[in-house]
């Protein structure tokens, strides 16, 4: 079977969150939160670049605030020593990663990356 492109990923995932719940079309994009999140485990940078492709193609507050209580929730609790630098970075110049940093709860973020996390968030 042939890789899934990441950009049919992250429309997919678009697709499956903007779908009504319990819909045939949310059932039928269940495929990519399923794919996304699989490379969680297998390849986190590309499991970070699909988040940002899924960023580009639909900054809602819906899309940022899912992509924030799934994707961005899980890379920060598993890998957040690897990502957290690039994470204070994008919240200097991206107001819209800056807003979807916001939205995350601390869930099993450690508490020193969450720290990071809240002064990246509160700068003016």
Known sequence: ???????????GWIDMHLASKGSEAQD????AYT?????????VERFWTII???RRLNDSEEILSNLAAGPLEDL???SGREFI???ESLAK?????????GML?????????WKRIEIAVSRV
Request: proline share 2%; net charge negative.
């Open 85 to 87: 630098d690039r994470c």
């Open 28 to 31: 039928a994009s269940f495929w």
């Open 76 to 78: 920060l609790a598993n």
């Open 52 to 54: 940002h492709q899924i």
């Open 1 to 11: 079977m042939k890789e899934m492109q990441d950009a049919d990923i992250a429309r």
């Open 35 to 43: 794919a996304l999140d699989d490379l969680r485990h297998d390849d």
């Open 93 to 101: 110049t991206d107001e819209r990663f800056k807003l979807m940093l």
């Open 105 to 113: 709860w601390k869930n099993t973020i450690p508490d020193d990356i």
